[in-house]
């Protein structure tokens, strides 16, 4: 149990889909983050919310839309996607402030055909 | 926001072999932290150092940070088979008002029997 709990495990979908991610963190943190893990980059940064505002995003492409309604809660919405965003997406939360530990969701594997 | 560098990123050795990992910076860093994904799984994390030249141990694991703080060392003395899977340095960094962890590619750990 790592107190951060992400659904679905597995997902495929077609590139004229649209889906959605959650996580869900009950530490009680204030940052949450979104990460793609892939075998070209492992743990590349996608999104952080930092007291429920987006703050970075990293040039991610607009087919990837994060959504966080509350600290606790955060969703990546996901519209006609490639195959080659098909990876494990980790969610992870954090308490803010320099050099505080992430804490990580076991992800979910997405497969795009 | 600040890259770090991870070599090797394979290793094998033989069971009861040591093992270390290294991570480096061209810029100093404020901090560093050290995580473990098993195979199938999510990165957890290890450790933090934030002071020069700071060593810390856990039971067989060494994690060294150097002394300019733009490198650090991971070290496993006798590697069983629970130590199999990739260990990522990563560096918590403050950009635009956000915080983000940074992370090395992995140094994967094969351990041969």
């Known amino acids: 149990e790592t107190g951060v709990t992400q659904t679905p495990r597995h997902l495929v979908m077609g590139m004229t889909n649209k889906k959605s991610l959650k996580c869900e963190q009950h530490l009680g943190h204030n940052a949450m983050y979104w990460y793609k893990q892939s075998a070209k980059k492992p743990l590349e940064l996608m999104f952080v919310y930092n007291f429920k505002e987006q703050t970075e995003n990293n040039s991610v492409p607009s087919r990837f839309s994060p959504e966080c309604p509350n600290s606790s809660h955060l969703f990546l919405h996901l519209h006609t996607l490639q195959p080659e965003d098909s990876a494990l997406y980790l969610c992870?939360?954090?308490?803010?402030?320099?050099?505080?530990?992430?804490?990580f969701g076991q992800g979910t594997r997405l497969t795009v055909v | 926001g600040q890259q770090v560098m991870q070599i090797p990123q394979y290793q094998h050795v033989q069971e009861g072999e040591d093992f270390t990992t290294y991570c480096n910076s061209s810029?100093?860093?404020?901090?560093i932290q050290w995580y473990k994904q098993r195979p199938g799984g999510h990165p957890v994390f290890l450790i933090q150092l934030v002071k020069s030249g700071e060593v810390k141990k856990q039971k067989r694991l060494t994690f060294q940070f150097g002394e300019a703080k733009k490198n650090s060392s991971l070290h496993i003395t006798a590697t069983q088979t629970t130590d199999v899977g990739t260990y990522f340095c990563?560096?918590?960094?403050?950009?635009?008002?956000?915080?983000?962890?940074?992370f090395g590619k992995g140094t994967h750990l094969i351990i041969q029997p």
């Open positions: 992870a939360s954090s308490q803010v402030g320099e050099g505080t530990e992430a804490f």
């Open positions: 810029t100093t860093l404020s901090n």
């Open positions: 990563a560096t918590m960094y403050s950009g635009g008002g956000a915080d983000g962890l940074t």
